[in-house]
């Protein structure tokens, strides 16, 4: 069974190093984090799991890394200076700040239980401003980006000459964005640092529908084939009310988190909005020549945007797992094998020097192709429950056997199965078994 409550994965992220309070000497710093050393992996696995499908997998897409750092005609011509707010109350008997669109009952304060005391609503800018450069002024300011997206627009003429790509094709990028929430909260649920990883996809106008329906499906089995259950996940298209400013239709991915179900990814109907908009405020058109059909035209996009934070969230929360093994209790991550932090722990049954050396040589041999751990501290059932703990989908147990017989006992985390295997063979069965 997943996990019922947030403090279960937040008290696993803290013991076993995935997720750390930033600043925590200080006494921490609201809505930041730090990932630990299994945190660091399980984020890049979700990185690279998303690149491997999104990019990897395709001949129509290509990757990109674009500055955090934008002028503000940037983001004045993307409308997220003039759009990009969230309506903001002050209580005024305990001072404390909330969204109004998040608040329950309108008139009640969560905080004090005030009743009728909050200030008229007022929009809040949710970019962070900055300055660039020795003097500060008006001149000098620059914006964080509070997403990845505008990156690749001011870039489309950029790709399209260089790639020798036409539509439809995609420019895709994972990288940090920021903003100013103004209630974060739910762990690495919503933060003001984040990591997203998003696509535009190019298409002509009239493909638009057609693959804004392959996209919401593609993203939504992108999921499940990665562990979450299908039963925890649901599309839920936006109300006319929700749409932001540059959409004609969008749909959410939401997972059943302990607190309810909440936004996992975002696929929009973009439209040529962003495009028309750059190539207007800065002079460069912004389009495209089809020397087939003889036709100009500015694509549409389509826009699955994922967090990379919420997402490892998610994983977590769908993998947890307490059960019964020898009678005793037992946490486990059933991770997917290409999330987890560590895909084979190497364990040697003793720390004597002559174990040791074959250990050794065997974690060598396969850290070559994967993350492995090495441990040869405490029993070996210990062992094997720590690394049950993080998720490790399968542990090479070297004993006393193995300088005998050149075989080692192969260890399945879901199942608790051992199988003894051949050295020789070692590392083609642990690539079947995790499936790379």
Excluded at 167 to 179: D, E, L, M, Y
Excluded at 328 to 342: D, F, K, Q, S
Excluded at 369 to 383: L, P, S
Aim: charged share 25%; with cysteine; net charge negative.
């Amino acid at each position: 069974m997943a996990a019922t409550e947030l403090d279960q994965i937040v008290n696993l992220c803290k013991r076993r190093g995935f997720v750390y309070p930033s600043a925590e000497i200080y006494g921490g710093f609201r809505s930041s984090y730090d990932y630990g050393p299994l945190g660091a992996l399980m984020l890049r696995n979700v990185r690279e799991s998303w690149i491997r499908t999104m990019v990897q997998q395709r001949d129509d897409v290509v990757l990109i890394d674009a500055a955090i750092l934008s002028p503000p005609q940037v983001f004045e011509a993307s409308g997220h200076l003039a759009n990009f707010s969230d309506p903001l109350v002050d209580c005024t008997k305990c001072k404390q700040r909330f969204r109004e669109d998040h608040l329950t009952d309108p008139k009640l304060c969560p905080n004090c239980g005030g009743v009728d005391t909050f200030t008229a609503a007022r929009a809040f800018n949710l970019m962070f401003r900055t300055s660039a450069g020795p003097v500060e002024g008006a001149g000098a300011e620059v914006y964080m980006r509070p997403e990845t997206a505008q990156g690749m627009f001011i870039n489309f003429l950029n790709v399209l000459q260089t790639s020798r790509k036409k539509p439809p094709f995609g420019i895709a990028q994972v990288g940090k964005s920021f903003r100013n929430e103004i209630t974060p909260g739910n762990f690495i649920f919503r933060t003001r640092e984040f990591e997203q990883m998003e696509l535009e996809f190019f298409v002509p106008p009239a493909e638009s529908a057609q693959w804004y329906k392959f996209w919401c499906d593609a993203r939504l089995q992108w999921y499940i084939d990665l562990g979450i259950p299908a039963e925890m996940l649901v599309l839920r298209p936006h109300d006319a009310d929700e749409l932001s400013h540059y959409s004609s239709g969008t749909s959410d991915i939401e997972f059943k988190y302990p607190w309810g179900w909440g936004e996992l990814e975002g696929i929009a109907q973009r439209t040529d909005f962003d495009l028309n908009q750059h190539a207007q405020h800065s002079g460069q058109k912004l389009d495209y020549f089809d020397q087939a059909t003889n036709e100009r035209y500015v694509p549409y996009v389509i826009e699955p945007a994922a967090g990379v934070n919420r997402a490892m969230a998610a994983f977590l929360l769908a993998a947890y797992d307490e059960d019964i093994v020898n009678d005793e209790p037992r946490t486990v991550l059933r991770l997917h094998p290409r999330l987890a932090p560590y895909k084979v722990a190497v364990l040697p049954l003793s720390k004597k020097d002559t174990l040791t050396p074959l250990a050794r040589t065997i974690y060598a041999t396969l850290a070559e192709r994967y993350m492995v751990d090495y441990d040869e501290t405490q029993a070996i059932g210990k062992r094997y429950r720590r690394q049950d703990e993080i998720g490790t989908p399968l542990c090479v147990t070297i004993d006393f056997d193995s300088l005998e017989d050149a075989a080692v006992t192969i260890r399945d985390r879901d199942s608790t199965e051992q199988q003894r295997v051949p050295i020789a063979q070692l590392t083609a069965e642990v690539a079947a078994r995790l499936g790379f």
